[in-house]
Structures are given as structure tokens and as C-alpha cells.
């Protein structure tokens, strides 16, 4: 009795869509990423007081809201 493989790699070739889909979607992991740096950056560190840091959420509520939105697409491409 001879073995059979489960998956035959005669028919694929390293041409074939799946991975460039997966080059294109680390490239854009990695944009999405230092996006999100850029984003952090823009924020700036957080105060160490209680009143400081109402103020500092106020001003950096655009940056720090697309922060978190970058890191679910990253979180969806990477799922594929």
C-alpha cells in the first residue's frame, strides 16, 4: 500500500495570486503601523495629574480615536 499526500503541489505555482496577496498585505500592515506611530506621536505622552490628563484626552481625541481604528485594519488584514 503506497501513501497518497493529502495536498498535491504539482499544481501550484508561487505565481499564483495568494502570494502576492500576502506581500501586498504586509506592506500594508507596515504603513498601517507607522501610521499609527505618527499617530501616537502626534498625541504625545500623557500628563502624570488627573486635570492634565482631561485636557490632554480633549486635545488628542482625533489622533488617539484613529490610533485605534489603524490597529483594527491591521488586526482584519492580518487575518488573511
Do not use: Q, R
Not at 493529502?6 to 506592506?27: A, C, T, W
Not at 506611530?37 to 486635545?59: C, F, K, Q
Amino acid at each position: 500500500m503506497t501513501a497518497v499526500p493529502l495536498f498535491d503541489k504539482s499544481n501550484v505555482s508561487m505565481s499564483d495570486g495568494l502570494s502576492k496577496i500576502g506581500g501586498i498585505s504586509f506592506v500594508i500592515i507596515g504603513a498601517l503601523f507607522f501610521f499609527k506611530y505618527l499617530l501616537d506621536l502626534m498625541a504625545g505622552p500623557p500628563p502624570s495629574t488627573g486635570e492634565e490628563i482631561l485636557a490632554w484626552v480633549v486635545s488628542a481625541k482625533l489622533p488617539m480615536s484613529l490610533v485605534s481604528e489603524s490597529l483594527f485594519f491591521v488586526g482584519g488584514l492580518e487575518a488573511i
